[in-house]
């Protein structure tokens, strides 16, 4: 899916021709800062669409367009947006350094996390660019922006206090990632931008190279895992580009994109696994590559 402003794209993955198009209402001219899909398997959530557009998350039936539900969070404007596995609820960050859970179908708040400044506990000082879910535990959630602090937060725990801190990533944009339990991070900076993390330790498990020709070439606006072995990364600068890695730090393939990576999404077909590259302009569609052909 490719966005622009206050409009949703919905795109083929074969032809990559629009098979649907529609605008977001809004009070306000916001771009869509993040958007999912509710893909749980039941067939009456099949075309639901989440979209994060200023202080809104809306759901839309996405072949029609038709706005099923808006939910505002007033005074916090929303940069990230996941959906647990379940399609039960979905987890939302954004400027005013708190991480918020809301359960999707009865349109509430389920609980509020984070925020060192406003409660005095473990959380974030800063914009918060990305959250994600565990994949293989749904009550764990991560989140990360630019106060160089990664929290990952037990949904169970109740006391507000993030359960595991890392420390160091730079994220501003699309760049948390699970598989595995294990935590890829991508950071907007020229030193060691990409990194594998063991969350439950917690610790850094290696650094994956990410060499550019001069500083400022490419810093990683997205990271994604892309299969338990394998991940994506792009980025910003004067020479943009997405590449694939194996989670052992080996580069299998490069792209000179034609302008920044913002985001990074997975699709499978059949037996065949794609990775869809979101550019200011552009969408690009790979198939994942195997490290043991590459």
């Known amino acids: 899916m490719i966005v622009t402003v206050c409009t949703l794209q919905i795109f083929d993955l074969d032809t990559l021709s629009v098979h649907y198009k529609f605008q977001a209402p809004s009070d306000e001219a916001a771009a869509c800062s993040a958007i999912r899909f509710v893909s749980d398997g039941n067939m009456a959530t099949k075309n639901v669409v989440l979209a994060a557009q200023g202080e809104r998350v809306t759901q839309y039936h996405a072949t029609s367009g038709t706005v099923m539900a808006s939910m505002q969070e007033e005074g916090n404007n929303i940069y990230a947006l996941d959906v647990r596995k379940d399609g039960e609820v979905f987890v939302t960050g954004g400027s005013d350094h708190s991480v918020r859970v809301t359960d999707r179908n009865a349109r509430k708040l389920v609980s509020t996390f984070g925020n060192k400044n406003a ?40 006391s507000g206090r993030c359960a ?118 552009h969408i690009a569609i790979f198939s994942v590559p195997s490290p043991q052909s590459s």
């Open 119 to 158: 409660s005095g506990t473990q959380g974030h000082t800063n914009r918060i660019y990305s959250v994600a879910y565990c994949d293989q535990d749904p009550q764990i959630v991560a989140s990360g922006g630019w106060d160089k602090v990664v929290c990952i937060w037990d949904l169970r725990l109740r």
């Open 164 to 281: 595991t801190t890392l420390f160091g990533p730079f994220v501003c944009g699309d760049a948390l990632s699970f598989c595995d339990n294990v935590l890829a991070t991508g950071s907007w900076r020229n030193d060691n931008p990409l990194q594998i993390w063991d969350w439950r330790r917690p610790g850094l498990l290696r650094n994956l190279p990410f060499p550019q020709e001069i500083n400022n070439s490419c810093l990683v606006y997205a990271a994604k895992m892309l299969d338990s072995d394998c991940l994506g990364a792009g980025g910003s600068g004067s020479a943009p580009c997405f590449r694939f890695y194996t989670t052992e730090g080996r580069m299998m393939g490069s792209w000179p994109a034609p302008s920044a990576v913002h985001s990074i999404a997975t699709a499978t077909k059949g037996a065949h696994r794609k990775a869809v590259v979101c550019c200011e302009a």
